[in-house]
């Protein structure tokens, strides 16, 4: 029997892996693997949320072993670490309680890359060492902490000096992930001032900067869209500097070219998009970014048994100049065409080729504001929403992404429990 093994259990690597398992692995026709670093899912798109403390990942987060069980593949928890085409084995790395590393070989027939993106520093002075990242859920809480530990160390300065004081967080990249987290730094600080864990000004006391290189926000999304953002984001008191580059990061400070320095507490770097070193040493081409040159059937250029998708993939469209973003709407589109492609594949089938159909943009900027740009086919200037329809659009988004891995009872189930547990909380952790 064939071994399909996927390394990365995210937006497209799971989803992925429930359908195979669901269509394959159960039926006795091949063996899914599914292979992650870590032992649960949360959906990335979500991490934002996380780092603001809206939502606790362990209610959100879903656990590779059970959905293993449930839909019929086997799921191994290590690190990737290296290829060899050869002889069609991955080595994964784990890592045991006493530190020691243990590297196993695991064999494929057919491999499908998912193991997503990581965070560009594009070189920048200081941005890895003083900046933080959400590219993971430990991640997104170390950077929770450390906005909490900042907004109570201002706080208590302020109340021992008698004297009004600012925390000030700097957020390097406006694209969707620095947009929705800085109005959700904006809101965490209101519900925290509320709840008595610092006493600073809600409105005045958090200095928000979004950093921006480029001439706008939300590059590669609707202007229109981009624009109204604009003004929600300076309605909420959030600073939005474009066309800033940071030369250096510094533990309270970022230089900018040509500039002066600008005051941050906390830094967060969600500026760029970067592909583990781990698929540049495989023989296999990449982009400047890493991402995996792959081609309409999302099979690598060079090995017809290696496929990748999502962030780690990269897929130009015929007639197109760009490359597909690396966006979660991407990342579910080509886990459902390689759902249906790859077991026609194994049954030597002819394949369609993948076809993206962009839907739009959401953007969710706090409890009762959201924008979206809709696109549809055929309609070539598209619709913008925004208020509670916009809401539910984002809220359906994920629901979608939860459906398709836990099933109508268990999705039913999970949102009925996260609403409860945000109805009896705050809204915001308050730890
Ligand atoms: C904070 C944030 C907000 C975002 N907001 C939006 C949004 O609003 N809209 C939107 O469209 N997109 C958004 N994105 C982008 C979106 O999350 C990604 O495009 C999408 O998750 C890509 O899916 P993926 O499956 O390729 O990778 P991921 O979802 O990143 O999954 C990769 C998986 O691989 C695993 N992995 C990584 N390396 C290894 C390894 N070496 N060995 C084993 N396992 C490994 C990881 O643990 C992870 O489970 C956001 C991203 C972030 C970080």
Not at 278 to 303: A, F, H, K, M, P
Request: aromatic share 6%; charged share 20%; net charge positive.
């Amino acid at each position: 029997m064939k071994t399909i093994v996927i390394a990365g259990g995210g937006t497209a690597g799971l989803q992925l892996a429930a359908r195979l398992g669901k269509q394959l692995g159960k039926r006795g026709l091949a063996n899914i693997v599914l292979v992650d670093r870590y032992r649960t899912h949360l959906w990335k798109p979500l991490l934002h949320e996380v780092a603001a403390g809206k939502l606790e990942p362990y209610i959100h987060h879903t656990s590779f072993a059970l959905q293993a069980r449930r839909y019929g593949f086997r799921f191994v928890q290590g690190e990737f670490t290296s290829l060899n085409r050869d002889n069609r084995t991955l080595a994964i790395t784990t890592a045991g309680s006493d530190g020691a590393t243990h590297v196993t070989a695991l064999a494929y027939d057919t491999l499908v890359l998912a193991i997503g993106g990581t965070t560009q520093y594009f070189g920048v002075p200081g941005a890895r060492e003083h900046a933080l990242a959400l590219d993971s859920v430990p991640g997104a809480e170390y950077a929770r902490t450390q906005i909490v530990d900042a907004l109570r160390r201002v706080s208590s300065q302020a109340k021992a000096a008698d004297r009004p004081a600012r925390a000030s967080v700097a957020i390097v990249g406006a694209g969707a992930t620095g947009v929705q987290l800085a109005a959700q730094v904006r809101q965490m600080s209101r519900v925290l001032s509320q709840y008595g864990i610092h006493s600073l000004d809600p409105e005045r006391g958090t200095e928000i900067r979004l950093v921006e290189a480029s001439g706008n926000i939300l590059p590669g999304m609707d202007h229109r869209l981009a624009d109204r953002t604009t003004a929600e984001l300076q309605a909420q008191g959030i600073q939005i500097l474009l066309n800033t580059r940071v030369t250096e990061v510094r533990p309270d400070c970022l230089h900018i070219a040509g500039a002066a320095p600008v005051a941050a507490d906390v830094t967060i770097w969600t500026a760029g998009v970067t592909v583990s070193p781990v698929l540049s040493n495989i023989g296999l081409q990449v982009t400047r970014n890493g991402r995996v040159r792959v081609g309409d059937t999302l099979q690598t250029l060079e090995d017809e048994h290696i496929y990748a998708l999502g962030d780690c993939a990269s897929f130009r469209p015929a007639g197109e100049l760009a490359e597909l973003p690396t966006r979660a709407q991407v990342a579910h589109q080509q886990a459902i065409y390689l759902a249906r492609a790859l077991p026609r594949a194994l049954a030597g089938k002819p394949v369609a080729r993948f076809k993206f159909q962009d839907r739009g943009s959401v953007i969710s900027l706090a409890d009762d504001m959201a924008l979206c740009h809709l696109l549809a086919p055929g309609v070539s200037d598209g619709w913008q929403v925004q208020g509670a329809l916009a809401k539910l659009v984002h809220a359906v988004i994920y629901r979608r992404h939860v459906l398709a891995i836990q099933g109508f009872a268990r999705a039913v189930a999970m949102t009925l429990s996260q609403r409860l547990e945000r109805l009896l909380g705050a809204g915001y952790r308050l730890d």
